[in-house]
């Protein structure tokens, strides 16, 4: 039996939600599974619509269940579960109205604001009124443009409160950025901040506001919202724009009337990456995300009433809104809009123990970015009450997981989780039945029958290859926005394999049920027609002491695949050949002889997504002179720019 890194205690375990969902499915369907999680997923995957309805019901969802878990069809996504329920999302997220807090805002210059239940309440009663009295109506748009601030989760509440789809872009996305996926939903009406702040600069976003009416004429009513702690920027005051205190200042009370809707309609637009097009709409369904979202913050993640929430993300990015799904187990969220290194290396941790934050969610890269700047954060803070750490984003390495338990604590749940915008929650994720192993993600989710194929379509185990799920779930798309005869739909995750989810990611996972993530299967190395992952080459590298961090793409060359590794350096070193023959010898013995590289070259800058993402593929299709369709998704476009004629790569 393999050594773990973490376990919990058999007394603590007997106060974990998951042992309460243990007990409440032997009580009700005669299914005794113990704490045996293995034997609890396999029960909710032979048991499809007793394991979604016993969801509904140990979490408590509002609404009207229906006669029906399941409309079958045999085309995967066509499948429709509750297809007769109705229920409200803001009515489940809005059980609370007291004076408890609901939502706690920290900017990165140190501003704090609390809003309780009540506030909250009273506020998403005011703009769903507004908005109904402007006309919008169920299934229609609704566009945000803001950073991450308390008014952005009241207008979403609002929005879905009255049945319109919400959707929304971060201001580190520029006008083009913008335009583009908000153009292509026609909203009617755009929440905009005037302002954010990063790293101690100050950007207006009302400079782009122009621009933004002339590409999307469907817009009829601007909302503009001040940065918390700030005056509001002087703006032309035409008859379409309106001031958020306006709209939150009127008497209300606080009692919203909510209409039930049904389980498949839409709730939110989410986008993909726009790395190699024009981003795809991907139109999530309101129960879907609710019920997916209860099951993995509340039985998965374990959160209860109380508990206070934080995760690191802007909302443009799908965790976001898995971040506001926690109001609907009664939890407070910590919301933080900023530069997580501002001034310290450990701002985060600072806030975390000010707040007495008992779920703490970052990515991979930023534990990697604490790593090489050897931060120990529990030499400084409090961190008592942190009882769950999670991490995505990018795979987490055997480093990364050692890193947390040495420097940030050692009784902590680590819970390395893998979906996407795709899904808008995970396929893999932790559970507190099993215990914690260095470099892999615990289990598959409830439900998700997730498996690893071949390139045959064949399951295999220890073995990597393509990430699938091989039967339907609530939280599919219910479709893409304009996509005639769903034929985006099916070309984004059909095509590989038949009637079965490929989700893009390379993967293996263990006989246990653990997964190792390699990082997407489109971006997978292919030397000599063998299939290497690129995270196990970061592995390797970004441990060396010269090596702040690295990004390898295969390049096409003589009718085969190099390995091409591209590093940036920590300062006071200069790429040279015995820096070079280190990280060859490096990878030779804790990767393997094929994954060496036949080029290392040096650079000043990584190209990443707004969510801090590698953009291996535009930097293949760079190096090959391929044109990158959609600059606007990445963070820092112009680094794109020192991969063009390196000469090296023609050698």
């Known amino acids: 039996m393999k050594s773990y890194i973490w376990k919990l205690g058999n007394e603590k375990l007997k106060n974990t939600n998951l042992y309460f969902y243990s007990n409440f499915i032997r009580e ?4 005794d599974v113990g704490t045996d999680f293995n034997k609890i997923w396999d029960w909710s995957i032979k048991n499809p619509e007793d394991f979604w309805k016993s969801i509904w019901e140990f979490t408590q969802i509002n609404g009207d269940q229906g006669k029906a878990v399941l409309k079958k069809s045999d085309v995967f996504y066509k499948n429709r579960f509750f297809p007769d329920a109705k229920l409200n999302y803001a009515e489940n997220l809005l059980k609370k109205n007291d004076e408890t807090p609901a939502i706690i805002f920290r900017s990165e210059n140190g501003f704090r604001k609390e809003i309780s239940w009540k506030h909250l309440n009273f506020n998403v009663s005011n703009i769903s009124s507004w908005m ?20 952005t989760v009241i207008a979403y509440l609002a929005t879905s409160s009255i049945g319109a789809i919400w959707s929304s872009c971060s201001p580190d996305f520029g006008s083009n950025g913008v335009i583009d996926r908000f153009s292509q939903i026609n909203p009617k009406i755009l929440f ?12 207006s976003i009302l400079d782009r506001l122009t621009s933004i009416i002339k590409k999307i004429p469907s817009i009829k009513k601007i909302v503009v919202i001040p940065y918390p702690g700030t005056e509001i920027e002087k703006y032309n005051k035409k008859k379409i724009i309106i001031d958020w205190s306006q709209l939150t200042s009127s008497e209300s009370n606080n009692k919203i009337i909510y209409k039930k809707f049904n389980f498949n309609d839409p709730l939110a637009i989410l986008y993909s990456s726009g790395t190699t097009g024009k981003p795809k709409c991907i139109c999530h369904g309101t129960g879907g995300v609710l019920i997916q979202h209860n099951k993995e913050l509340q039985i998965h993640c374990d959160i209860k009433e109380n508990d206070r929430v934080f995760y690191f993300t802007t909302c443009g990015w799908m965790m976001w809104n898995w971040l506001v799904g926690s109001l609907a187990l009664k939890a407070t969220i910590l919301l933080f809009d900023g530069f997580p ?10 806030l975390a123990s000010e707040e007495k934050i008992t779920l703490f969610g970052i990515s991979a890269k930023y ?23 999670c991490s995505t984003g990018s795979p987490l390495s055997k480093d990364g997981f050692k890193y947390i338990y040495a420097n940030i604590k050692n009784d902590v749940h680590l819970s390395s ?42 399951s295999i185990k220890n073995q990597k290859g393509e990430l699938v799920c091989k039967k339907p779930f609530p939280s599919m798309p219910v479709y893409f926005w304009n996509d005639d005869g769903n034929k985006k739909y099916k070309a984004s995750y059909f095509e590989k394999f038949k009637n079965v989810w490929h989700h893009g990611d390379f993967a293996k996972v263990t006989e246990e049920g653990s997964f190792v993530i390699f990082g997407r299967s489109d971006t997978t190395l292919n030397p000599g027609g063998v299939r290497l992952g690129t995270a196990e080459i970061y592995n390797v590298v970004e441990k060396l002491e010269e090596i702040n961090e690295s990004i390898v793409v295969g390049q096409s060359w003589n009718n085969d695949i190099r390995i091409i590794l591209f ?36 650079i000043f800058e990584i190209p990443k997504t707004k969510n801090g993402k590698l953009v291996e593929l535009a930097v293949k299709q760079t190096i090959e002179g391929e044109t990158i369709k959609n600059l606007e998704a990445l963070a820092n476009p112009d680094s794109l720019k020192q991969f063009i004629n390196i000469k090296e790569l023609y050698e």
């Open 28 to 31: 009700k369907y005669k299914i």
């Open 132 to 151: 109904l009295s402007n006309g919008i109506k169920s299934g229609d748009t609704v566009a945000a443009y803001l950073p991450n601030i308390p008014e």
């Open 192 to 203: 905009i901040g005037d302002k954010y702040f990063y790293n101690g600069k100050k950007i």
């Open 341 to 350: 290194l501002y001034k310290k290396n450990d701002l985060l941790f600072q």
């Open 367 to 389: 534990i990697d970015a604490l790593k090489n700047n050897k931060v120990v954060p529990k030499n400084n803070y409090d961190l008592t009450k942190l009882r769950t750490i």
């Open 417 to 458: 989780i893998s979906g996407g915008t795709d899904i808008v929650s995970c396929f893999v994720l932790g559970n507190l039945f099993q215990p914690v192993h260095a470099g892999e993600i615990q289990n598959r989710g409830l439900g998700m029958d997730v498996d690893v194929y071949d390139e045959n379509g064949f």
């Open 567 to 602: 590093v940036v350096l920590n300062q006071g070193y200069e790429l040279n050949k015995k820096i070079i023959e280190k990280i060859k010898i490096e990878i030779r013995s804790k990767a393997s002889p094929r994954h060496v590289p036949s080029k290392i070259i040096s």
